[in-house]
């Protein structure tokens, strides 16, 4: 069994800053691909970021691009979500997901992050 858990989400400011972690521990032997998605009320679930194994390429949104920037630590399992320069419009759920073993794939439980003055 692999379990996720999310942390640093909260309340901040419009301009402001939030890192968002992801911890993941279990049985596995790898841990490959690994992202965030976020999803707000009424709108659907968006690919925020996503880093590759080797944290050499990395994607993300036209909407963050430039303001938020993934990153992992292979020693400790950890996947991070710097997010700089927040706007309203970033407030949701941030969910991370990882892939492990090549093929299956875990979710978090997920965060909030709300933008607000």
């Known amino acids: 069994q692999v379990q996720l858990v999310e942390s640093g989400g909260g309340l901040v400011q419009p301009g402001g800053s939030l890192r968002l972690s992801c911890a993941v521990s279990?049985?596995?032997?790898?841990?490959?691909?690994v992202g965030w998605y976020r999803q707000a009320p009424g709108k659907e679930r968006e690919s925020v970021a996503a880093?590759?194994?080797?944290?050499?390429?990395?994607k993300y949104a036209d909407s963050v691009k430039g303001r938020f920037t993934i990153s992992r630590d292979n020693v400790k399992n950890v996947v991070y979500l710097q997010m700089n320069s927040l706007k309203p419009e970033d407030t949701a759920v941030y969910y991370c997901?990882?892939?492990?073993?090549?093929?299956?794939?875990?979710w978090g439980q997920g965060t909030q992050v709300t933008v607000s003055s």
């Open positions: 997901w990882v892939v492990v073993d090549v093929k299956k794939v875990y």
């Open positions: 880093i590759d194994t080797g944290a050499i390429t990395t």
């Open positions: 279990g049985r596995f032997f790898s841990i490959d691909g």
